[in-house]
């Protein structure tokens, strides 16, 4: 029980927050705070802090001690053990400007996981389960399968810790990125104005979510549009609220532990990638 406090106060926090936003600047007006998969959603909100983030961080600890072992040399983590870290030209550079390289670098990694979750079929199946909200709010961010979850922490993290960023300056960034990404998907119309194609709004991202074709595999970033411009998957038009959300044409299930088994099934079932699906509509 002890366990559940932490997400039971974030829990009414963020509600309430997110509440008042989502009240006087909805994107879909009108939209039930008890909406469609809710039950769902409560659940993946109490296992992604507790045995989510155990599970998660055992795997990408060992995932960066095992790399670290396999090259031989200090690994970036050491810093924590009070061991010297290993120097590179990355390591002399103020924390903030650490921050600042975490920020882009990250994202172009994360854009290129992300796509990979949406081209690839086998991680489409992984991934789908956070795309399969068809009542989108703040709470549907934390419909993830720990597989996508831990493969895109390791994908995003390693790259950058072997580079010699700051595992502190890793502490400041992951819980203002993961806030971050809860207000994305919040039902609130904001697209933050002239910023519109420079910092990810809840309109950009939400667009990425739609069931729409229009908006099928764009806006793969998370936190600069521009990096989906640069790579010709931008789509935000103006004025245009997305309206239908979910994956279309596949039967993903509706509760949390068929959610958590549905992409482990067998061939049997519809796996195919949101691009193919689209490349085809
Ligand atoms: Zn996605």
């Known amino acids: ?100 390289g975490i920020l882009l670098l990250g994202d172009f990694l994360g854009y290129w996981q992300h796509r990979a979750f949406h081209t690839v079929g086998t991680l489409w199946k992984f991934h789908s389960i956070h795309h399969s909200s068809t009542d989108l709010d703040w709470l549907s961010s934390v419909r993830v399968h720990p597989i996508n979850d831990i493969a895109s922490n390791v994908v ?10 700051s595992p502190v300056a890793f502490a400041a960034y992951v819980p203002v990125l993961t806030l971050y990404g809860v207000m994305l998907h919040a039902n609130v119309s904001w697209t933050f104005g002239p ?7 809840p309109t950009y991202h939400r667009w990425h979510h739609t069931s729409e074709v229009q908006g099928l595999n764009k806006n793969y ?12 998957t ?25 959610q958590m088994k549905y992409p482990f099934r067998g061939a049997g079932s519809s796996s195919e990638p949101a691009e193919a699906a689209s490349a085809r509509a």
């Open 195 to 201: 910023l519109r194609q420079v910092i990810a709004s």
């Open 221 to 232: 970033a998370g936190l600069f549009p521009w990096i989906d411009r640069l790579h010709g």
């Open 1 to 100: 029980m002890q366990l559940l406090i932490g997400p039971i106060v974030g829990l009414l926090l963020l509600g309430v927050g997110f509440g008042i936003v989502e009240r006087f600047w909805p994107s879909i007006r009108g939209q039930r705070r008890l909406r469609r998969g809710w039950r769902t959603d409560l659940a993946w909100f109490a296992w992604q802090p507790t045995l989510g983030k155990l599970l998660s961080g055992v795997v990408v600890f060992v995932a960066i001690m095992s790399l670290g072992a396999l090259v031989m040399s200090p690994i970036p983590t050491d810093e924590l053990r009070g061991v010297s870290p290993r120097e590179t030209w990355v390591t002399g550079l103020p924390l903030v400007a650490q921050v600042g």
């Open 156 to 165: 995003v993290a390693l790259p950058l810790l072997f580079l010699g960023f």
């Open 234 to 258: 931008l789509y935000l038009p103006k004025g245009v609220q997305p309206m239908q959300f979910g994956v279309a044409g596949e039967a993903i299930p509706t509760g949390f532990f068929g």
